[in-house]
Every structure is written in structure tokens, then in C-alpha cells.
């Protein structure tokens, strides 16, 4: 299940919305709601949302300059503006921001659906993609074991690569097939996208 934050400091579009998807997204949590950009900042920056909803027109911050700043923080993370401005500037620098899906209110719910299913395929894509990579990272640092103690790619190092590789599609598959702790999964993709915590400590 992943993560959705919703900010709108209108409060029956909020609650709205968060009510809509809790009763007919079951493939999504709604980890948390803001009322205003600063609010919304502080939730994504703790909560590392993969979807975020948000409005543009919010007081202490409106949704543009939060999304700027939390680009910083979760460049990965789907982004929806859900305004009641049909304006072409604002959707322009949505779309500089990486904004997804610029929906205006009333908002239609079915589109809505449609873009977080078309989300979750994404996201789904993205964590598989991780998954086989750890399983090449510990198929390759179990081939770097192997030379220094051979000395050579002989006929025995070559089965252990084939018996490391086994065991790496297996926890591949044991990793894909039980329930994953989303927070960890978004921790490691934003510390990797940072490029500041070793492999082997992720």
C-alpha cells in the first residue's frame, strides 16, 4: 500500500477527497492531510508520501513553493494539483516542477481514480526495479568473495556465482511476495537518489 498526503485549506475539499479515497482506493492510504503549504511540507518531509494532492492557492505557502522545496526531499513522489484555477501559467510551472496530472474542481473523482491507478503501476514498476537491484548487489559482492579467496574464475567459482545467483532471485521473490514496509522502501530510494549512503548500508 502506498502513501497519499492531501493538502487544500479548503476543509470539505480536504476531508472531501480523503473520505472519497479511503472508501474507494484500497490500493492507497491516506498517511495525512494539511491545510496550508508549511503544514504540507513539514508532513511530506516526515511521512515521505509517493503520492502527493495538493492545491495551489494555500496561505503561509502555496502549492507551487512547496512543491519546489519538497522536490529537494522526494524527487520520485507522484505529484496532482488539484486547483480551481484553469490557468495556464500555474500548469506550466506545475509541469516544470514534475507535476503528473493537473485536475481542476470540482474534481472528477473517476479521473482521479484513473490517474492513481496509472500511479501505482508506476510505483509498482519502480519497487520491483529496486528489488532486482539489491539482488544484483548481493550477487556481485558475493562474486568479489569468491575471486579473492580463488584467486581465479575457475570451474568451482563459476558454480558459486550460479548457486549466488539462485539464492538472489529468491530473496528477489521472497521480497516481491510478502508486505514490504513502504517508509523503509522511500527512505532507501531517496537516500540512493541522494547519493550519500553506501549500497551495502541500504
Known amino acids: 500500500m502506498y502513501r497519499i498526503l492531501i493538502a487544500d485549506d ?3 475539499i480536504r476531508e472531501g477527497v480523503a473520505r472519497y479515497l479511503r472508501k474507494h482506493c484500497s490500493t492507497y492510504e491516506v498517511a495525512a492531510t494539511a491545510e496550508n503549504g508549511t503544514d504540507a511540507l513539514k508532513k511530506a518531509q516526515e511521512l515521505l508520501p509517493e503520492v502527493i494532492i495538493t492545491d495551489i492557492a494555500m496561505p503561509r505557502m502555496n502549492g507551487l513553493d512547496f512543491l519546489e522545496q519538497i522536490r529537494h ?3 520520485d513522489t507522484k505529484i496532482i494539483i488539484l486547483s480551481g484555477y484553469d490557468n495556464f501559467e500555474y500548469a506550466r510551472q506545475a509541469m516544470r516542477l514534475g507535476v503528473k496530472e ?5 474534481l472528477d473523482t473517476k479521473k ?4 492513481l491507478d496509472e500511479f501505482k503501476t508506476e510505483l509498482d514498476a519502480e519497487r520491483a526495479a529496486w528489488n532486482r537491484k539489491e539482488s544484483a548487489d548481493l550477487v556481485e559482492s558475493g562474486e568479489a568473495g569468491d575471486l579473492e579467496e580463488n584467486g581465479s574464475e575457475g570451474e568451482g567459482s563459476r558454480d558459486s556465482q550460479k548457486e549466488q545467483a539462485l539464492l538472489a532471485e529468491k530473496i528477489h521473490q521472497t521480497m516481491e511476495e510478502r508486505e514490504r514496509p513502504e517508509n523503509d522502501f522511500s527512505m532507501r530510494r531517496v537516500a540512493l537518489w541522494r547519493g550519500n549512503v553506501p549500497v551495502e548500508a541500504l
Open 112 to 115: 482521479l481514480l484513473a490517474v
Open 102 to 106: 493537473y485536475l481542476v474542481k470540482p
Open 73 to 75: 526531499t522526494l524527487p
Open 10 to 12: 479548503e476543509a470539505s
